[in-house]
């Protein structure tokens, strides 16, 4: 984990994606996948530092949220601007499709 890319608890996370543009991983330590994902969601954070910002929320640790927000499969991104989600990708995916997916919303 960078700087870039805080963990975030159910007592941050309202004031994490409240403002702006934040895409959160919500991802489990035991899931293969999500490990996978970690170094491209940091490359990410550090190419688009600035202009998106990017969270992780650990669904274990925290199932209120990931239920309220209807995360089935892991990983999950969520998106969310000003608060709210706008778009959302499942699973994991080459740095090139997230990134195009990212620049759709900036």
Known sequence: MTDLIPHLTDKSFAAAVA????VVD????????????????????????G??????????DYTALSEQYEVLSMPTLVIFKDGK??????????????RARIQQVL
């Open 19 to 22: 403002n702006g543009l934040t």
């Open 26 to 49: 919500f991802w489990a330590p035991w899931c293969a996948p999500c490990r996978e994902l970690g170094p491209i969601t940091e490359a990410l954070a550090t190419e688009f530092k």
């Open 51 to 60: 202009q998106i910002a990017f969270a992780k929320l650990n669904v274990d």
């Open 85 to 98: 989600p706008l778009d959302r990708i499942i699973g994991s995916q080459p740095i090139e499709k997230l």
